[in-house]
Each structure stands twice: as C-alpha cells, then as structure tokens.
C-alpha cells in the first residue's frame, strides 16, 4: 500500500515511523513533512491547507490511505473532498471536525447530551462578558471559540485577568474571528489526562492513557506551549476511570454526534481533568495528540494501519473480533526539546549534535518536529540536521517503569545538543 501523511510535526514522525513499521506498507509520503521524517519517506512541499494540490498529489500517486496529522486540513474539510473522490482517508468530516474547532459546539453538545464538563456561559458580546466575570469574581477560564493554534485558553485567576482576555480576544482580535464568540467556564482543579480513542462511531478502540506537560518550565510554570512532554500510561487514570471516562464521556459524545447526523470516524481526544467530582471534559480534539502520540506509539505492538483503514472503512469491529491493539507493558517517556524563546520568538538554523549516537542506543526513539535536513559537501556529502521550529526534537524513552523510562529519554536527551537547547528537568516526575 502506498500511504500519504499530512503535517510537520512530531506527531506526523511517530505516525510515519509507526506506518513504515506495517507489513501492508511499500511507501510512505508526508507531506510537507520535516528533516527527521525525510529519513523515513518521500517528503512532499505541500501546505497541509492546500486541500486541491493534496488531492492531486494523492490521485496521481495512487495513495491507498491519507492520514491527517493536525486539526486545520480537517477543519477545512479535507476528508469530505478526498471521499468525495473515492480515496480513503483516515478522519473526521468537516462537521466531525468542528468538535474542536468551534469550543461553543462542543459544549453545547456536552450540555445537550449531560457529558461532564466545567459550567459554562458563551458570549458574543464583551460588554455582557465583562459583567459576567463581575458576577463571578473569582477564578474563571475564557475560551476563544474557534482554533487559535493552541493558544485560545487563558486559565485566569483574577477577574482582571479574565477580562484583559475577553479584551485582547473579543475586541483587538488577537484570534481573528476565532473570537468572535467566547467561553467563560467554571475553572476546575485536579490532575489532567488524556484519553484518545479511535472509532468509526459504531466501535471504540481506545489507545492507551497518557499525560501531556502543557507549561515551558519545571512544575508547571511559565506560558503554555504546544506540549513540553508526555508520559503513557498515565498512572492517574486507573481502569475504573478508564471505564468511566468511556462511558461517561467518549461513548455519550458519539452517540450525541450520531444523533445529530454526524457519523463520526477517526481519532477522537478528550482533554479531561479528573476532579473530586470525577472526570469532567476540558477539550476534544479531532485528531492524535501532540507530543501525546510520540510516548503513545512506541508502545503499540499492532499494525496501526490496520486500525486506520478498518476506522475507513467503517469496519473496526473486525480489528475488536481479532482481540483488540496488543501493548508493550513497558512505560514511555517523551521529553520536548525546544528552541530557545519558545513559545515567544526564537531563532532557526542551530546545528544538532549527538542524533548518531542515540539513535545506537536500545528503547529510545527520537522524533522529529522542527527540523531541517542540510547536505553539504566536504569532499563527500555529508547530512547534518539544523533547527526549524520552536519544538525542535521529541526523545521517548521506553522503560520496565515510569522511573526507567524517564532515565532512558533523560539518558537519550543528554547526549543530544543544539545552540538555545530547553527542555524540562520534570517530564513523568507526576507520575511517580
Ligand atoms: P484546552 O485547549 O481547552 O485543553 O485548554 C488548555 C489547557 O487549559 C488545559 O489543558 C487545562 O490545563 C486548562 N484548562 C482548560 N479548561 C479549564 C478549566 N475549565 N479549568 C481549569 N483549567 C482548564
Ligand atoms: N497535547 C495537546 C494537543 O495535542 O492538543
């Protein structure tokens, strides 16, 4: 089979590096794809917006299954044009896709369909959003409703705060019309999770838990980023919630889809914070977490295309009659190396050391999110690898425990180094 992946980041490495593992797999493409990933398949220079030249690509290379990587291509539709055109692609409809690109549709579904989530108010309007807060006068969340690169949620806890948020997104639209309608919400307390499953609204097959770090510096300090480090499984998230969460949560959000004509199919996330209540919904999104998927993947015995295709076809009943995705026991550990100034400004083009020799190192893995292959020639050609991006390299480490997997990836980490090079000291320690 011949499979094209869209994206750019670590999650699209652990995707490829998981596909290219398949025995139905002869070549993978990605497109646009990143240094790490060109070591692994043909890298494609297309936007993953640019949905017409996707398509083309994808009818003239007889691609037998897209996999979409990020929330934008899916939000804009790609996956009703390419079924449109009778090619197979794993993921939601323009409509599924809106569970996380309109926050106001995903909590009114929650509120139409009684799945746990924080109290909620939506406006449009900032002066009766302002006045709100007042009522309030405590700690509150707000939430842009649209996509906002992960950036759309300022956790205030002054009513200050909040309303410098409703300013900055209602009024200077720092979001564009992503903020044209916002979220005030009920700021919850307790430990956050991750719970990914893969479904084609008739079955659910949950991948295994985890645990994203979303702050840039040690014990959760410091401006959120696009994710910092993940650990799986998330020890927080026993089976009894596991259980709970699928039936509280994953199953009544289908089925609410369903009921309103959505046949949902793809990966479906849920963002949970588990609270003395239980476990209440913070977010879905539509597609595999980051840096979630890079600790998720490396413990996954089956034949993830497999999944996907099933997922396609609507048949993924058959991937549960054949007992279900076989998982390495072990734990992993994913640390982010980042550039330095990120999430704010940084600077590319940092040479990175020290690839070689992890990559001779057992139960690590290195994942690729923004970086750039570079050949030059010194005599011979030689390939080194430089910095694109503000998350730079994912390193996972896989161990007997949590502890063991957080040396490995700290072991794999030490050994790797570029000009500006951060990472936190702490990925997994919440585990422990
Ligand atoms: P989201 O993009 O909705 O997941 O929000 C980003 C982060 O904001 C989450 O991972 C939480 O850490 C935090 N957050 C979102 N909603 C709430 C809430 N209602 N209470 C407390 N923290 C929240
Ligand atoms: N790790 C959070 C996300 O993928 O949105």
């Keep these: 089979m011949r499979i094209l992946v869209i994206g750019s980041g670590g999650r699209e490495h652990a995707l490829v590096w998981k596909i290219a593992q398949s025995k139905l797999v002869d070549k993978v ?36 299954l897209t996999v979409v990587g990020p929330e934008v ?9 390419f079924e449109n055109n009778k090619l197979k692609i794993f993921g939601p409809s323009k409509k599924g896709a809106r569970l996380e690109a309109s926050k106001v549709f995903a909590k009114e579904l929650m509120a139409k369909y009684k799945i746990p989530t924080a109290d909620f108010q939506i406006f449009d309007n ?17 939430k842009a409703d649209g996509l906002a690169q ?56 949950p991948l295994a838990s985890s645990q994203d770090h979303k702050r840039i510096f040690d014990n959760d300090r410091g401006p959120n980023t696009g994710g910092m480090g993940a650990y799986s499984p998330a020890p927080v998230v026993s089976p009894g919630l596991f259980k709970l969460v699928l039936e509280k949560i ?5 089925d609410g889809l369903v009921r309103e004509g959505i046949n949902y199919k793809g990966t479906l996330y849920a963002g949970i914070m588990i609270t003395k209540e239980g476990p209440r919904t913070l977010e879905f999104n539509v597609r ?16 993830l295309v497999e999944v996907m295709l099933a997922a ?37 083009g940092k040479e990175i050391s020290g690839l070689k020799e992890v990559a001779k190192i057992k139960d690590t893995a290195v994942f690729h999110a923004g970086t750039k292959k570079v050949t ?57």
């Design 376 to 432: 030059k020639s010194q005599g011979h050609k030689v390939t080194s690898f430089v910095t694109n991006g503000g998350r730079v390299l994912g390193v996972a480490g896989l161990g007997k425990t949590i502890k063991e997997a957080i040396d490995k990836a700290y072991q794999a980490v030490g050994m790797i180094n570029f000009e500006g090079m951060h990472y936190r000291k702490d990925i997994g320690a919440k585990a422990l």
């Design 250 to 254: 994953i199953h009544p959000t289908i």
């Design 126 to 142: 900032p002066e009766e959003a302002r006045k709100y807060i007042d009522k309030i006068n405590g700690p509150c969340v707000v």
């Design 288 to 303: 595999f977490g980051d840096p979630e998927t890079q600790a998720i993947l490396p413990r996954l015995e089956s034949d």
């Design 29 to 64: 493409f990605c497109a646009p794809g990143n240094g790490g990933i060109s070591q692994l398949s043909e890298c494609i220079d297309i936007n993953v917006e640019n949905i017409g030249r996707l398509l083309d690509f994808a009818r003239q290379e007889k691609i037998d």
């Design 312 to 348: 396609s076809d609507r048949k993924l009943s058959s991937i549960l009659k054949n007992n279900g995705l076989k998982w390495d026991e072990r734990a992993c550990v994913c640390v982010v190396c980042s550039s330095r100034g990120y999430p704010g400004k940084y600077e590319k």
């Design 73 to 81: 291509p899916l939000s804009l539709g790609i996956v009703d044009e």
């Design 150 to 205: 992960g950036k759309g949620v300022v956790v205030a806890k002054t009513p200050d705060e909040a309303k410098k948020a409703v300013n900055s997104m209602m009024q200077d639209k720092i979001f564009g019309d992503a903020g044209n309608e916002i979220i005030i919400e009920e700021c919850l307390e307790g430990e956050e999770a991750s719970i990914i499953v893969i479904t084609d609204s008739k079955t659910v097959i």
